[in-house]
């Protein structure tokens, strides 16, 4: 079945149209980067990657992608007379930390370790998944329920910023929950350990998410320019 | 249109479960085989090569035993080196702690318990070996091994509660048809293995499991008194203390030590009395030390771990230079097989027909050379006739020289047996002195050693033809039963979908066909399941698969009644719990303390093969102690009945009635209560008199009561609803035609959600018992996983696919199956708990208490299923006009068939796995044992799913047939009827 539509006010429409499929190309890439750059200062500078260290690795993930993704989406932030740039950073960096603890309930009631051992990996961990799913919807739309409802527990985007929001977030969560699939297997081999499979999962998941929705972007962009004409 | 009538959908359901019944039998018998190869018994052909077999000789049928024994000393060739046998088989002693492991001895203590036997080792008197038990390790096939030297079929496992007499070949009765006198002290496994070949016997019970002491100590008394005596020619002593220390304790428990000690008091006194003594004229005593398999860490046997299978052989009295030898080398590994043709060729006995294991030559090195060669022609003889019987067309044309070996298995069979063969011929015609080991002399024993181990691993791992045919049709069969039920479950959704097009308003007729993210999930995890089952590995570990995908489900419902809140747009996140989302947040609650219990009864047990040595609760707890069990265990018994009676209070109907079925629960539970205050930790000694009769007293009264509740409440059903009536406020208002129709259903409801309720809750109590003292608390967790899935599927409406709930609460059954500590390796099966509460022998009672053990969690989930019809019930009002038999059906339909659909379909591809993977190196002791737990879950399905369409039939047939007889009393208005 074709999901019906609900209409948008007219009025919240205008300034979402706004954004191009080259911005949103940006949007990605630069999110993107951020991830490389992550990644390659784990690497080359402290000597370690996400096998050897997950903990660090993951850290560093979170604490150098937080701002980018922030600052970035906060641009595209609703109800613009109501909430400054300001409240909508302050909004996603509240979110980070109420998104981890969401993403780490679930992860530990789906089976991952508990235990002191496991500690910081797991709160590395989340924090990178409330980073890729939940902080960029935060800095968007708030708390308004309907915009949380419709994405994540309907999956119904509308917007080019829906599809930017949407997407990757779902990837990131689809692939982790791919990622653990290895993990019971006796191939004993290290990246098999908590998180480090899930986290690899996640991160493709997102890239792939990234990908597919700037794809979307595209595409739709194309198709509304020829209806237009 | 074919239209599926209430008695086509049982026809046709009972015709799908009789199919697949009569397909796997007929697989299962066909794939396992029970008998051995050959009939019959050896006999003076042994002496002969194989290729004379033609001119039989039947005078040496009916010789009597002294002529036979001569005869077969004047043919053998191999002249006996011993007269009389002692052997003594230590029930579950891993070689590990007498032997070491790896080179390395074992621990400084367990060096210490056995200071004697060790000082053999040590000084070279002795000779063990870690003898490899094959798969199942379990008492009654290893000691048919040992003695027959043939793995026995896989499901002697299915007998080792029902031992019958050993009919095949054996070295026992091989030692009976010479003359030999026997005499058998300890496990009474033997009496019914061979009931007539002893002339004194004192047989142990391996009845009370936590028995240590007495076990033992009923074999030792004798002793002295037999080792005094000549009359005997072979003495077995089989102690069964230590495999019992390892039931309750493990391998570290303390009594270990202290039984070595004993054992190694027993090896003293036989070896001082008798063997340093053979001086006597009552010929020279061998004394073997064998164990029938080892234990795991937990002391458990059954699987295939190298625990389990590492068994100890152990020669004590060979007069040869072993003083070279070293004990803790790595290369004294063979198969507990071989011991059966090395004990037999040491007493000049032939070697049992189906024999497939290989004389230990470490043993004949006092013989002198062509004694030996001799030895190891008799041996390939034995096994070469074996293979003529296993792979027909195996016949070797004489070669006369040396060829390299390929090709076929026949052919490689006959050549290398040839070039054995010819080797020895060889080297007899030339005059060589008999102990000079020449070059031509090692070739030949080469040989020899390459044709007995090539055969002996080919006969040992069964590549015989399995009866195609049969194979074929069992899988069909079941492939045909498994498209019936899927077919009748096709209908029924068919159905309903017509009928939910008719009865619902249109506008809502769109939302109706949507393929939602849960049932495709759902469908996914049979997929999932199906598709893991081919990698040994997520077979072994299969927990990990059931709770993710469980627990994932759940996060899917979860999403969905978010979904379902409906908050005006502007409003922010935190005023949602008001209003008319007061059903959701009820869902919402009780899927996330679904959540958290399910993870809590996942963290329980490790469980698996490869990770069972990371810390879980239930280590956790143990290494607390003793006492925090205990107090787990009367905090889980209280909690349960608390529950029990919130949950049956959520009823607001007449109170008298529920005060006495809440009273009659009572009195099992305060009995369970009194049970777990009373009863020790039991490491000492067997369970009391007291306490057998306490838990036969609270079996009496769990079921009765439940009989009870079950039989009679559907008659009193009308007090039950006397102060009630309809069901959803919403759904009532346009009811009053019907209103008759609807009080029947709701006290049909009423009355099916206390006998739901009852057999959750019994069966928890029953399981309080029953279970060990660590599992109490999943025990509880069950429950609440249970009555809150329960409260998710009243408040989900009529919208949510009922399907989609069945299968969910099936899956969490299956979760908590793994949570239980159970595996897919029979090690994990819970013995002791088998014989709780019985007082006399019986296979069937045992074979039942250990079914309930095992199945537990998947027979709770199977049984809610009446509770969840009743909690359901609105869904039948919404959509029907009358109370006719299309009701039963529609009650019944699901809750019954998607567990047998799940099954088949799992059932299924596991037979079809199994097949694919008969080859495979894990056949025995992965996928095997796999199997035999994918026919009890499906036994556990079909008698869950018989009981609870049982009661529900029963129950509506009774409310259905009362309203016919008496008019109806005039209902009062309706009002809400489950509170919660
Ligand atoms: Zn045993
Ligand atoms: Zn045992």
Redesign the interface.
């Known amino acids: 079945?074709k999901h019906?539509r609900q209409g948008r006010p007219a009025g919240l429409e205008a300034p979402l149209a706004l954004v191009s499929a080259a911005e949103a190309f940006i949007v990605h890439l630069i999110c993107a980067v951020g991830l490389a750059v992550s990644l390659w200062v784990a690497h080359n500078l402290l000597f370690n990657s996400l096998i050897s260290h997950p903990s660090q690795t993951l850290f560093l993930i979170w604490v150098i992608e937080c701002p980018v993704v922030i600052l970035l989406y906060s641009h595209y932030r609703q109800n613009r007379q109501q909430s400054s740039y300001l409240r909508a950073v302050g909004r996603g960096m509240l979110t980070l930390l109420a998104g981890a603890l969401v993403s780490a309930f679930?992860a530990?009631?789906?089976?991952a370790p508990?235990?002191a051992k496991y500690l910081s990996s797991t709160i590395n961990w989340s924090m990178m998944m409330s980073l890729f799913a939940v902080v960029p919807a935060a800095s968007v739309f708030g708390?308004?329920?309907?915009d949380?409802?419709r994405l994540?527990?309907?999956t119904k985007p509308v917007g080019t910023v829906d599809y930017m929001i949407c997407l990757p977030a779902h990837g990131a969560i689809i692939g982790s929950?791919f990622g653990?699939w290895p993990?019971?297997?006796?191939?004993e081999r290290p990246w098999q350990e908590w998180p480090i499979c899930v986290s690899f999962g996640a991160i493709a998941g997102y890239l792939i998410g990234m990908v597919a929705s700037f794809g979307f972007v595209l595409v739709r962009g194309i198709l509304q320019h020829t209806k237009s004409d | 249109m074919f239209s599926l009538t209430c008695s086509k959908l049982t026809i046709f359901t009972i015709a799908g479960v009789i199919i697949q019944m009569i397909g796997l039998s007929v697989f299962v018998f066909s794939f396992f085989p029970v008998k051995p190869a050959l009939s019959g018994f050896s006999g003076l052909e042994s002496f002969r090569a194989p290729s004379f077999d033609l001119i039989q000789n039947h005078s040496a049928k009916n010789l009597p035993p002294d002529e036979l024994r001569s005869l077969y000393r004047e043919l053998s060739g191999v002249p006996p080196s011993f007269d009389r046998l002692i052997l003594m088989v230590i029930d579950g002693l891993p070689a590990e702690l007498v032997l070491g492991k790896d080179g390395k001895p074992p621990r400084a203590e367990l060096v210490e318990a056995m200071p004697y036997t060790q000082s053999l080792l040590a000084s070279g008197l002795a000779i063990g070996f870690h003898a490899k038990a094959a798969p199942p390790t379990v008492t009654m096939p290893r000691l048919k091994a040992m003695v027959s030297g043939a793995i026995g079929g896989f499901l002697d496992v299915a007998f080792n509660f029902n031992t019958q007499a050993l009919l095949d070949d054996n070295l026992l009765y091989q030692f009976f048809k010479v003359g030999w006198k026997m005499v058998m002290l300890g496990d009474e496994t033997w009496l019914k293995l061979f009931p007539e070949l002893f002339i004194r016997s004192d047989g142990v019970g391996s009845f009370f499991v936590k028995d240590t002491v007495q076990v033992d100590q009923n074999v030792s008394r004798h002793l002295p008194d037999e080792l005094s005596r000549y009359d005997w020619d072979l003495l077995i002593l089989h102690y069964l203390g230590l495999d019992h220390v390892g039931h309750i304790g493990g391998r570290n428990s303390i009594l270990m030590a202290p039984k070595l000690k004993e054992m190694d008091e027993v090896v003293k006194m036989i070896h001082t009395s008798r063997i340093l003594n053979q001086m006597n004229n009552h010929g020279k005593t061998l004394l073997v030390v064998v164990s029938d398999h080892g234990m795991t860490d937990n002391g458990n046997h059954g699987g295939s771990s190298y625990e389990e299978t590492d068994s100890l052989a152990l020669f004590i009295g060979l007069e040869n230079d072993v003083s070279a030898y070293a004990s803790y080398s790595t290369q004294n590994t063979v198969y507990q097989i071989d011991i059966a043709s090395t004990l037999a060729l040491l007493f000049g006995v032939p070697i049992p027909k189906n024999n497939v294991g290989v004389l230990i030559s470490e043993i004949f090195k006092h013989l002198a050379d062509d004694q030996k060669l001799r030895a190891l022609e008799l041996n390939s003889w034995q096994l070469f006739r074996l293979l003529q019987a296993q792979l027909p067309g195996l016949s070797c044309d004489e070669g006369s020289e040396i060829r390299k070996c390929n090709g076929s298995l026949t052919t490689m069979f006959c050549c290398l047996y040839m070039n054995a063969a010819f080797l020895h011929n060889s080297w007899m015609s030339k005059d060589v002195s008999r102990f000079n080991h020449g070059e031509e002399y090692n070739t030949a024993v080469g040989a020899y050693s390459e044709f007995l181990g090539v055969a002996s691993e080919c006969l040992s791992r069964r590549v015989t033809d399995k009866p195609v045919n049969l194979l074929a049709f069992g899988v069909a069969a079941m492939l045909i039963s498994c498209l019936i039920l899927l077919s009748l479950f096709y209908l029924i959704c068919k159905e309903l979908r017509e009928r939910e097009r008719i009865s619902l308003s249109n506008f809502e007729n769109s939302t109706m066909h949507t393929w939602h993210l849960d049932e495709a999930f759902t469908f996914g995890v049979v997929l999932m399941l199906v598709i893991s089952m081919g990698s040994s590995s997520m077979v072994e570990e299969e927990q990990y698969i059931w709770h993710f995908v469980t627990s994932t489900l759940i996060l899917l419902f979860l999403r969905k009644a978010i979904q379902s809140l409906k908050v005006g747009r502007a409003s922010s996140l935190f005023s949602l719990v008001k209003g008319q989302n007061r059903a959701s947040c009820f869902q919402i609650t009780s899927l996330v303390l679904i959540l958290i219990s399910g993870r809590i009864l996942r963290g329980w047990h490790q469980g698996g093969v490869n990770w069972t040595n990371l810390p879980d609760i239930s280590k956790w707890l143990e290494q607390a102690g003793g006492e925090y069990i205990k107090a787990v265990q009367l905090v889980t018994g209280i909690l349960v009945m608390t529950l029990s009676l919130i949950s049956l209070s959520a009823l607001d109907t007449n109170k008298k009635l529920v005060k006495v079925i809440g009273f009659c629960f009572l009195t099992p539970g305060l009995l369970v209560l009194h049970r777990v205050m009373k009863h020790q930790s039991s490491i000492l000694g067997p369970s009391s008199y007291n306490d057998t009769v306490l838990i036969q007293m609270i079996y009496m009264v769990l079921g009765f009561t439940a009989l009870g509740t079950v039989v009679a409440l559907p008659w009193l059903s009308s007090l039950l609803a006397s102060k009630t009536c309809p069901y959803y406020n919403f759904d009532t208002t346009t009811s009053d035609p019907k209103l008759q129709n609807t009080s029947q259903l709701v006290e049909l409801t009423n009355s099916l959600f206390v006998i739901g309720w009852a057999y959750i809750c019994y069966w928890s109590l029953l399981q309080l018992v029953l279970q060990q003292p660590i599992n109490s608390m999943p025990i509880l967790l069950l429950l609440v996983q249970v009555l809150l899935s329960m409260r998710y599927s009243f408040y989900s409406g009529p919208h949510h696919k009922q399907w989609v709930e069945v299968a969910a609460v099936y899956y969490m059954g299956m979760a908590g199956h793994y949570a239980l500590g159970n595996s897919n390796s029979l090690a994990t099966i819970d013995v002791a708990g088998a014989y709780i509460g019985i007082t006399s022998h019986s296979t069937v009672l045992s074979g039942v208490l250990m079914f309930i053990i095992t199945y537990a969690s998947p027979m709770v989930a199977i049984l809610s299923m009446v509770m969840y019809i009743s909690v359901k019930s609105s869904n039948y009002l919404v959509l029907t006009l009358s109370v006719d038999s299309g009701e039963l059906k529609r009650m019944l339909g699901f809750p019954c068939l998607i567990p047998l659909c799940l099954n088949s379909i799992l059932l299924t591809a596991y037979t079809i796995v199994l097949i694919l993977m008969r080859n495979h190196l894990f056949v025995w002791s992965v996928f095997s044992p796999k199997y035999l737990y994918a026919c009890a879950t499906t036994v556990c399905v079909y008698t869950g799913v018989s009981v609870v369409a049982a009661t529900v039939s029963y129950a509506y047939w009774v409310v259905v047939s009362r309203r016919t007889q008496s008019p109806p009393p005039s209902s009062p208005p309706p009002s809400s009827m489950i509170k919660r």
């Not at chain 1, 530990?108 to 089976?111: K, S, T, V, Y």
């Not at chain 1, 708390?143 to 309907?146: P, Q």
């Not at chain 1, 993990?183 to 191939?187: E, G, H, R, T």
């Open positions: 079945m019906k679930a530990i009631a789906l089976g508990v235990g708390s308004s329920w309907t949380w409802q994540f527990a309907c929950w653990a993990m019971p297997l006796d191939w």
